[in-house]
């Protein structure tokens, strides 16, 4: 289980402390010594830090502690859209070709169109998701399954529909999963992204949350906001946060926008000059704000704003959590 990595750095951090006696101040300490003493990836240590959180979580609810030492201000677990990059559809293409299996064919054609969470969301697909009559599939979401949405249905687009009939219709599809080997690999990126550089390509950064911001980014581009959060699994508010990237399109139309010279009233004061950039990242603020605005009067009776971080039984060492949980 994926906490007792949580746990193993905890331990190696403070020893077999009183759970009790940890303070805010431990929590920002934690998160230096995951960055500078462990030398991990900002993001490996936003992942530590998740699970060192929820495990606290956890305690306070078996009131053990009163509060949560991980939840210190400037200790961030989020990834906003600005950490991640717009991968275009044209790099895919040529990753795909160079996929060396059909279910690396289908994952990344998959990653890209519809905006899943990986690796947990493939380890549960099974042929009989694959609704082919009415043209949907259903998406099993383990980290949502506890506040009561285990799973969405998302349209099969043409591209994965080509896809899985591939795979179906070959030697590969040996099993009910429709992943039926990519489903046991427990860190799927490092393959993923040796995969990417035998075609010559630059491995983006945050590559798989990169790859559901870019698909999500499309379809609130085609779609709106209202038909592609149910799609993502996600609230309008952590998909504007989080989710909405800013593509290179977006530069070159509010440069053709802004390109177009209007006549001024005489004696008007001359309208000041704006590139292209600063167009495009005003007219994000603006979308960011109206879409906040909409959520909190319309929508935050349907959705739950933020990122869920969901606890199963989880526990530190010697502080009255099973071991067993860890096993």
């Known amino acids: 289980m994926i906490y007792k990595k949580g746990r193993k750095n905890l ?59 991980f939840k210190a201000r400037g200790l961030s677990v989020s990834q906003t859209a600005a950490e991640k990059e717009y991968v275009e559809r044209e790099i895919i293409n040529t990753v795909v070709e160079s996929c060396p299996t059909l279910e690396w064919k289908l994952l990344f054609t998959l990653c890209r169109k519809v905006p899943i969470r990986m690796p947990s969301e493939i380890r549960e697909f099974t042929w009989e998701d694959v609704d082919w009559d009415n043209n949907q599939m259903l998406i099993h979401s383990p980290k949502t399954r506890r506040i009561d949405k285990s799973a969405r249905l998302i349209p099969i687009f043409p591209e994965v529909k080509a896809c899985l009939k591939e795979l179906l219709n070959s030697d590969e599809a040996a099993s009910d999963y429709v992943f039926s080997k990519l489903r046991h690999d427990t860190n799927p990126g490092t393959m993923a992204k040796k995969i990417v550089k035998r075609a010559n390509i630059k491995p983006w950064k945050n590559f798989f949350n990169s790859l559901r911001a870019t698909a999500e980014t499309d379809l609130m581009d ?106």
């Open 222 to 327: 085609e779609y709106g906001l209202r038909r592609a959060c149910p799609r993502a699994g996600n609230s309008a508010g952590t998909a504007m946060k989080n989710y909405a990237l800013v593509k290179k399109t977006d530069f070159t139309d509010a440069g053709t926008q802004s390109s177009t010279k209007i006549a001024e009233p005489k004696g008007s004061q001359p309208a000041q000059k704006s590139d292209a950039k600063s167009d495009a990242e005003s007219s994000s603020t603006e979308s960011h704000e109206f879409a906040q605005t909409q959520v909190k009067n319309a929508l935050h009776q349907n959705h739950l704003e933020g990122q869920c971080v969901l606890v199963d039984d989880i526990g530190f060492e010697n502080a009255g959590f099973p071991d067993s949980i860890f096993v």
């Open 11 to 69: 331990l190696k951090c403070f020893g077999d402390v009183d759970i009790t006696k940890l303070t805010k101040r431990d929590g920002r300490e934690f998160w230096r010594w995951l960055l500078k003493d462990e030398d991990y990836a900002e993001n490996t240590a936003k992942h530590r830090l998740r699970l060192a959180r929820a495990i606290f979580e956890l305690a306070i609810e078996d009131e053990l502690i009163s509060s949560n030492p």
